[in-house]
């Protein structure tokens, strides 16, 4: 009998450990940006940077809607010049969609363009940001477009 006592926790644990299942690891990656206090273009109204944006098509006027967010901009150092990296367009396939991008009231170009003055600039301010299409010649063409607005901020100090 005390065979048996002993031996009825010792099938319980032997039990517990069969079911026992293995353990799960799951890792979050956390990501957080601090700008300089000295220079800095930043997307207002959370980072909508990161996720595409869509081009509406307005039905009644036969059109795309323009994309209008706005910008956060600071520079202790100078004024803030915007330039594209490559021209903005969007394509599908064959047809394109050339893209005319506004910062504050600057049309960005692939040159280097002020659109902060230094004095605004020094204490921070809010700018339009605005993607608009151009229509092609030939109108708009059915389709899925695609495209990536490359712009390039930088700030120096004055020249003299």
Do not use: C
């Not at 520079?75 to 005319?100: E, K, Q």
């Amino acid at each position: 009998m005390k065979a048996f006592l002993l031996a009825l926790p010792l099938a319980v644990l032997a039990a517990n450990s069969a079911i026992a299942a293995d353990p799960i690891e799951k890792q979050v990656l956390i990501t957080a940006t601090v700008p300089t206090a000295a220079f800095y273009v930043e997307p207002v109204g959370g980072n909508w940077m990161n996720d595409p944006q869509d081009m509406a098509w307005n039905s009644f006027q036969g059109t795309l809607e323009p994309i209008r967010k706005q910008l956060q901009a600071k520079s202790t150092i100078g004024p803030i010049t915007a330039h594209l990296l490559t021209p903005a367009a969007v394509t599908s396939g064959v047809n394109v969609i050339d893209l005319n991008v506004k910062v504050g009231a600057t049309t960005l170009t692939t040159t280097a363009t002020e659109v902060l003055a230094a004095p605004q600039a020094a204490t921070g301010t809010t700018l339009d940001f605005m993607v608009e299409p151009t229509v092609p010649a030939g109108g708009y063409q059915p389709g899925s477009y695609q495209g990536l607005v490359s712009m390039m901020f930088e700030t120096a100090a004055p020249i003299p």
